[in-house]
């Protein structure tokens, strides 16, 4: 029976290692804001210059247009920013937020409604799944050696429509509370304005929300505490064959940290994550709470705030070699956790026996991620696109298909 092919190896991985969540809940003040504020670096890649560019055209054209929802798994280099509102009183109306010259977004922000798309007819009689075998090998913990008892060994068998799989994981996951584009909030971006957030900008200022049935009262401050997070500069040495050791300049405001990285070791997918505990998934890999950074970190799933390096044990992304390319590879993420911030109006009475029914309530999270190509030179890719532009155009496909894997294309 032939391996299963690597799109579904990954889409495999990433099922057992974070749970399903639920949907966010919409009780609290009639009237609620929430604000994800993301940075992302990709190492080795400009932010949106000609290789954002190339990235953009490969993609067909919407690489430098923001959507709703993009802070939740950035993949370019750049800032970005989601805003949700829900008005209990008069929901699913188009309202304005007035925001901060630094923003550098123009005075004010539209929050529209999504437009509710049908599903999609169900294809039937035109897909068999594929069938065939898998393994997930499991890896945790900083090091450059494997620890004793590793890898956890996930085998996966795919026949007859079904998937079997032999071995568990009791993979760790982010409670979910995302807002998702439901036709009863009002968001940004969204198709009316979608421009990207411009690097260096910033949220710290005077915010207000107006709007149909909106609070008059809904104005607000934001300082440092909910403002972009900077880039986590990572730099690395070694080789996935010798063992890598990834280091980051501390990132300011950044609560703790971790790391997770998926590729290949001949035919099997491996897994590892920074985590001292062989339970941490991808699943993680989100807005956390304070209270839950403080426990993980504790438990040492996290990296304390003062870490600055990590090293991932040689060879398990180190598989047979192919040409030009050193080993199986893999992809690096690492995630920054930044604080929560959540501001209400009229504030929360100093005296609990106080009744306190807060006409509105704002909550901005925020965190910076980064991501590197294992075994592989970023700083080179400039180089090549430069070399690319200069081809005939039959000659620029293998940098494209390139480009085309490493953003998902």
Same mark, same amino acid.
């Given at each position: 029976?032939?391996?299963?092919?690597?799109?579904?190896?990954?889409? $495999?991985?990433? %099922?057992?290692?974070?749970?399903?969540?639920?949907?966010? =809940?919409?009780?609290?003040?009639?009237?609620?804001?929430?604000?994800? %504020?993301?940075?992302?670096?990709?190492?080795?890649?400009?932010?949106?210059?000609?290789?954002?560019?190339?990235?953009?055209? %490969?993609?067909?054209?919407?690489?430098?247009?923001?959507?709703?929802?993009?802070?939740?798994?950035?993949?370019?280099?750049?800032?970005?920013?989601?805003?949700?509102?829900?008005?209990?009183?008069?929901?699913?109306?188009?309202?304005?937020?007035?925001? @901060?010259?630094?923003?550098?977004?123009?005075?004010?922000?539209?929050?529209?409604?999504?437009?509710?798309?049908?599903?999609?007819?169900?294809?039937?009689?035109?897909?068999?799944?594929?069938?065939?075998?898998?393994?997930? $090998?499991?890896?945790?913990?900083?090091?450059?050696?494997?620890?004793?008892?590793?890898? +956890?060994?996930?085998?996966?068998?795919?026949?007859?429509?079904?998937?079997?799989?032999?071995?568990?994981?009791?993979?760790?996951?982010?409670?979910?509370?995302?807002?998702?584009?439901?036709?009863?909030?009002?968001?940004?971006?969204?198709?009316?304005?979608?421009?990207?957030?411009?690097?260096?900008?910033?949220?710290?200022?005077?915010?207000?929300?107006?709007?149909?049935?909106?609070?008059?009262?809904?104005?607000?401050?934001?300082?440092?505490?909910?403002?972009?997070?900077?880039?986590?500069?990572?730099?690395?040495?070694?080789?996935?064959?010798?063992?890598?050791?990834?280091?980051?300049? @501390?990132?300011?405001?950044?609560?703790?940290?971790?790391?997770?990285?998926?590729?290949?070791?001949?035919?099997?997918?491996?897994?590892?994550?920074?985590?001292?505990? @062989?339970?941490?998934?991808?699943?993680?890999?989100?807005?956390?709470?304070?209270?839950?950074?403080?426990?993980?970190?504790?438990?040492?799933?996290?990296? @304390?705030?003062?870490?600055?390096?990590?090293?991932?044990?040689?060879?398990?992304?180190?598989?047979?070699?192919?040409?030009?390319?050193?080993?199986?590879?893999?992809?690096?993420?690492?995630?920054?956790?930044?604080?929560?911030?959540?501001?209400?109006?009229?504030?929360? =009475?100093?005296?609990? +026996?106080?009744?306190?029914?807060?006409?509105?309530?704002?909550?901005?999270?925020?965190?910076?991620?980064?991501?590197?190509?294992?075994?592989?030179? $970023?700083?080179?890719?400039?180089?090549?696109?430069?070399?690319?532009?200069?081809?005939?155009?039959?000659? +620029?496909?293998?940098?494209?298909?390139?480009? +085309?894997? $490493?953003?998902?294309?």
């Amino acid at each position: 029976m032939r391996p299963l092919p690597r799109p579904l190896f990954l889409a $495999l991985a990433t %099922v057992i290692a974070a749970a399903p969540a639920a949907s966010a =809940p919409t009780a609290g003040p009639p009237t609620q804001v929430w604000i994800d %504020v993301a940075t992302h670096h990709m190492a080795g890649m400009p932010d949106l210059g000609p290789l954002g560019g190339m990235a953009s055209r %490969v993609m067909g054209g919407g690489a430098q247009q923001a959507h709703y929802g993009q802070t939740r798994m950035p993949m370019m280099t750049g800032q970005y920013l989601d805003i949700a509102l829900y008005n209990r009183p008069n929901p699913g109306k188009q309202a304005e937020q007035r925001i @901060p010259a630094g923003l550098r977004l123009g005075a004010s922000l539209p929050l529209v409604p999504p437009v509710r798309t049908p599903a999609p007819p169900e294809r039937r009689g035109e897909y068999a799944p594929p069938e065939g075998q898998a393994r997930l $090998l499991v890896y945790w913990g900083c090091g450059s050696t494997v620890r004793p008892g590793q890898p +956890k060994i996930i085998s996966i068998n795919a026949s007859g429509g079904k998937v079997e799989v032999s071995g568990s994981m009791q993979g760790r996951y982010a409670p979910d509370r995302d807002i998702e584009a439901d036709p009863a909030y009002a968001l940004w971006p969204n198709p009316k304005s979608g421009k990207r957030v411009p690097d260096g900008a910033s949220l710290q200022g005077a915010h207000r929300i107006t709007g149909p049935g909106i609070p008059e009262s809904l104005a607000f401050e934001l300082e440092q505490v909910a403002d972009f997070m900077p880039k986590i500069d990572l730099q690395s040495t070694g080789s996935p064959a010798d063992g890598q050791t990834w280091r980051w300049t @501390p990132v300011d405001r950044a609560q703790a940290y971790f790391l997770h990285a998926v590729g290949t070791q001949g035919k099997d997918v491996v897994l590892w994550s920074s985590a001292d505990v @062989p339970d941490a998934g991808q699943g993680i890999f989100d807005y956390l709470t304070g209270s839950l950074i403080e426990r993980w970190t504790k438990e040492k799933v996290l990296l @304390p705030r003062t870490a600055t390096q990590c090293a991932i044990p040689k060879g398990i992304f180190a598989g047979p070699g192919e040409a030009g390319r050193e080993g199986g590879g893999g992809l690096l993420s690492i995630i920054a956790y930044g604080p929560e911030s959540h501001i209400a109006w009229p504030p929360r =009475p100093s005296d609990p +026996k106080q009744p306190w029914n807060p006409e509105w309530n704002v909550r901005v999270r925020t965190k910076s991620t980064g991501s590197a190509m294992l075994g592989m030179d $970023l700083s080179r890719m400039q180089e090549m696109e430069d070399d690319s532009e200069a081809q005939p155009q039959e000659q +620029k496909k293998p940098l494209r298909s390139l480009l +085309k894997g $490493l953003i998902g294309g």
